[in-house]
């Protein structure tokens, strides 16, 4: 049974880093896109990293514009696991985060969860920031 497993949220003041990591475990297929998404109070689930794990994109990481400076996925392999190390963390980055997993073709890999064919979700990691 597929298993997605986001651990590493907490509470950190303004300015402060965490680095989540998401343990990948189960899956019947290998993943063709792997992702990290996070849903704030009163807010839609939005993309905020995305890896291309199929070797045909010549950029296999593409970050949504709100990520890009203060974020970075990285994955090992040996171990399945997907990270999301966050910097100059602000309060609007509190949130619920949540990582992701496409096996299906026909989807697109990009920060845009609907643009995925048939994603399989973890149960998320709170992240809250505050002073």
């Known amino acids: 049974q597929a298993n997605l497993m986001e651990s590493g949220g907490g509470s950190v003041q303004p300015g402060g880093s965490l680095k989540l990591s998401c343990s990948i475990s189960?899956?019947?297929?290998?993943?063709?896109?792997l992702g990290w998404f996070r849903q704030g109070p009163g807010k839609e689930r939005g993309g905020l990293a995305v890896?291309?794990?199929?070797?045909?994109?010549?950029?296999?990481?593409t970050y949504e514009h709100i990520a890009k400076g203060r974020f970075t996925l990285s994955e090992d392999n040996a171990t399945n696991v997907l990270f999301l190390e966050m910097n100059n963390l602000q309060p609007d980055d509190t949130a619920m985060y949540y990582c992701a997993a496409d096996l299906r073709p026909g989807g697109f890999c990009v920060p845009v969860s609907s643009s995925w064919a048939d994603p399989i979700w973890g149960q998320g990691t709170q992240v809250t920031v505050s002073s």
């Open positions: 890896l291309s794990t199929t070797g045909s994109s010549i950029v296999p990481i």
């Open positions: 189960g899956l019947p297929s290998p993943a063709l896109c």
